[in-house]
T-cell receptor
Framework: GAVVSQHPSWVICKSGTSVKIECRSL??????MFWYRQFPKQSLMLMAT?????????EQGVEKDKFLINHASLTLSTLTVTSAHPEDSSFYIC????????FGQGTRLTVV | GEDVEQSLFLSVREGDSSVINCTYT??????LYWYKQEPGAGLQLLTY?????DMKQDQRLTVLLNKKDKHLSLRIADTQTGDSAIYFC?????????????FGTGTRLLVSP
């Protein structure tokens, strides 16, 4: 089946720095990708819809300037957490849809 | 907005059947999904059902849909310790091109030997 690869799998960064997470569709082109955030023992919350060649669509309550999304090609979307703070620590998951939604393996971000 | 609810926890013995329940509020839902998440990992699609169906069976998995009550269930026959994980139901709609998923709260399944 289709594969979505997310990188890195985990990252630790200092407060105030920025972190970039990549989401790649390895064997299909994805005009739309989705970014989710998952808090411990909670469900996935859709953060934004990443559209190739245009601006991302953010869900209510998600700060656009905080979570920068770039979808520069049909196989790559990036999420940059800018000026990270400890409360941004979370598990971030991307997905890309062909006939069904395929999920990346997730990125665990810890901000210290 | 859409709301998808699940019970938080289920514990069963190996070999028993597990039934995980899900309720949703959006009557325009068209596809309903079950995903499995193992610790520290992404989501794996287990099965899905279209909203004009009542039941779908796939090996050890049986999905039942009661559209009138907006109730979805996943039955796992002969549950194994490897089935221990968090199970999410999710729904999507035609007006999002079947792409935007709304997830339930997740049910943690613990299978004991």
């Amino acid at each position: 089946g289709a594969v979505v690869s997310q990188h890195p799998s985990w990252v630790i960064c200092k407060s105030g720095t920025s972190v970039k997470i990549e989401c790649r569709s390895l064997d299909f082109q994805a005009t739309t990708m989705f970014w989710y955030r998952q808090f411990p023992k909670q469900s996935l919350m859709l953060m934004a819809t990443s559209n190739e060649g245009s601006k991302a669509t953010y869900e209510q309550g998600v700060e656009k300037d905080k979570f920068l999304i770039n979808h520069a090609s049909l196989t790559l979307s990036t999420l940059t957490v800018t000026s990270a703070h400890p409360e941004d620590s979370s598990f971030y998951i991307c997905s890309a849809t062909r006939t069904e939604a395929f999920f990346g393996q997730g990125t665990r971000l810890t901000v210290v | 907005g859409e709301d998808v609810e699940q019970s938080l926890f289920l514990s069963v013995r190996e070999g028993d059947s597990s039934v995980i329940n899900c309720t949703y509020t959006d009557s325009s839902s068209t596809y309903l999904y079950w995903y499995k998440q193992e610790p520290g990992a992404g989501l794996q699609l287990l099965t899905y059902i279209f909203s004009n169906m009542d039941m779908k069976q796939d090996q050890r998995l049986t999905v039942l849909l009661n559209k009138k009550d907006k109730h979805l269930s996943l039955r796992i026959a002969d549950t194994q310790t490897g089935d221990s994980a968090i199970y999410f139901c999710a729904e999507t709609e035609l007006n999002t091109g079947f792409q935007k998923l709304v997830f339930g709260t997740g049910t943690r399944l613990l299978v004991s030997p």
